[in-house]
T-cell receptor, first 116, second 116 residues
Framework: AQKITQTQPGMFVQEKEAVTLDCTYD???????LFWYKQPSSGEMIFLIY??????QNATEGRYSLNFQKARKSANLVISASQLGDSAMYFC?????????????FGQGTELSVKP | GAVVSQHPSRVICKSGTSVKIECRSL??????MFWYRQFPKQSLMLMAT?????????EQGVEKDKFLINHASLTLSTLTVTSAHPEDSSFYIC????????????FGPGTRLLVL
């Protein structure tokens, strides 16, 4: 069975510092996709970054990078130079298969608080 | 990025009434839309997968007659909570994927339902 685990219910980081949010996954599929979403208090889910299982390079999107370690089945999100607006819930998610339309399985989420 | 809207953003209704929530993809055609439910401080739980022109596929434990889903066009899916009860109070959020080969689910802003 597929599973996503986020072991950090809450994290604190000082403004302008980097922070790593952990995500491990369990799957027997060879092809899958990994996502990170941000959910501010307003509730909307904001797509941050995507990593395909066959992608050799770690994904990066601006201040976000995904530290993909396939053998360890981890897909940690690194946020560089934290900003106050980064305070939110962060969800890691996995989708079976490479193509669009697959179901997403979400982790429990990590609540990030950025301190001024 | 792709834009998905939901309407209404908030709704309060009396117990026993039905509530319809709309999910629209504004700038792309969505073959597949997903409906999620989220309780406070918890992760997203997939309720059903909605494909244009066909019956929705419900996740185990989700009552089909309680949560009616219609995907009438490539840009619109609706979720109707029938005979709502206080325990149906929750945050409902939809997502959509593009017609051709996209990797990402784009989420709507969500609908907060309160049943009195």
């Amino acid at each position: 069975a597929q599973k996503i685990t986020q072991t950090q219910p809450g994290m604190f980081v000082q403004e302008k510092e980097a922070v790593t949010l952990d995500c491990t996954y369990d799957t027997s599929d060879q092809s899958y996709g990994l996502f990170w979403y941000k959910q501010p208090s307003s509730g909307e889910m904001i797509f941050l970054i995507y990593q395909g299982s066959y992608d050799e390079q770690n994904a990066t999107e601006g201040r976000y990078s995904l530290n993909f370690q396939k053998a360890r089945k981890s897909a940690n999100l690194v946020i560089s130079a934290s900003q106050l607006g980064d305070s939110a819930m962060y969800f890691c998610a996995m989708r079976r298969g490479y193509n669009q339309g697959g179901k997403l399985i979400f982790g429990q989420g990590t609540e990030l608080s950025v301190k001024p | 990025g792709a834009v998905v809207s939901q309407h209404p953003s908030r709704v309060i209704c009396k117990s026993g009434t039905s509530v319809k929530i709309e999910c629209r993809s504004l700038d792309f055609q969505a073959t597949t839309m997903f409906w999620y439910r989220q309780f406070p401080k918890q992760s997203l739980m997939l309720m059903a997968t909605s494909n244009e022109g066909s019956k929705a596929t419900y996740e185990q434990g989700v009552e089909k007659d309680k949560f009616l889903i219609n995907h009438a066009s490539l840009t619109l899916s609706t979720l109707t909570v029938t005979s709502a009860h206080p325990e149906d109070s929750s945050f409902y959020i939809c997502s959509a994927t593009r017609l051709a080969g996209a990797e990402t689910q784009y989420f709507g802003p969500g609908t907060r339902l309160l049943v009195l």
